[in-house]
């Protein structure tokens, strides 16, 4: 009987695959919060940031670049925790849950 072993590629094909699914959740985070921008702009909703020092109008470009920026660095750990732990979801997870409880406090 002979048997036949194909190389392993499933780490090579894999890894692609997961950064293109990754790639697209951001670009999918960054969509989201710009319709919604968009839509509560529509609405009548005004995006005035006051304080002391002045204000700030919020802008589209403010809100899908400030998108760009956190989904790319949630990217980043996940794929820092990945490499240097076994339980890297959880953590991630985990760590995901704590930031956006963290970043409603101020408000």
């Known amino acids: 009987m002979t048997s036949t072993t194909l190389p392993a590629r499933t780490a090579s094909v894999a ?43 919020i802008s589209l470009p403010i809100v899908a670049r400030f998108t760009a920026i956190f989904g790319l660095l949630g990217w980043g750990s996940l794929a820092l925790l990945e490499r240097f732990t076994r339980r890297a979801r959880s953590i991630w997870t985990a760590l995901a849950v704590a930031v956006t409880v963290l970043s409603l406090v101020p408000i």
């Open 15 to 57: 890894r692609p695959r997961r950064a293109l699914v990754r790639a697209g959740a951001v670009l999918g985070a960054v969509v989201v919060t710009s319709l919604v921008r968009v839509v509560a702009a529509a609405s009548g909703t005004d995006f005035l940031l006051s304080d002391p020092a002045g204000s700030v109008v």
